[in-house]
């Protein structure tokens, strides 16, 4: 269930790292990768993900980002 708080935020979007393009919050996923050794999240819209985009080092793991 999305926050209260981000729910009455209307302008509050994230961008995706593989398309480019702005989604609201509840629409994307992160997903795990790995840049020299760190891990690192990368946020992407469902659509890319489902489309099979993976960041670098992708550790395996998709999930909903949790809220
Ligand atoms: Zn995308």
Same mark, same amino acid.
């Given at each position: 269930?999305?926050?209260? @708080?981000?729910?009455?935020? @209307?302008?509050?979007?994230?961008?995706?790292?593989?398309?480019? @393009?702005? &989604?609201?919050?509840?629409?994307?996923?992160?997903?795990?990768?790995?840049?020299?050794?760190?891990?690192?999240? !990368? #946020?992407?819209?469902?659509?890319?993900?489902?489309?099979?985009?993976? #960041? #670098?080092? &992708?550790?395996?793991? !998709?999930? !909903?980002? #949790?809220?």
């Amino acid at each position: 269930m999305p926050s209260a @708080k981000a729910r009455d935020n @209307k302008a509050l979007v994230a961008t995706c790292v593989a398309c480019g @393009k702005n &989604f609201s919050p509840e629409a994307m996923v992160a997903l795990a990768g790995r840049v020299e050794g760190r891990a690192r999240s !990368y #946020p992407v819209c469902v659509a890319c993900a489902e489309g099979g985009w993976r #960041p #670098p080092g &992708f550790d395996g793991i !998709y999930g !909903y980002r #949790p809220s």
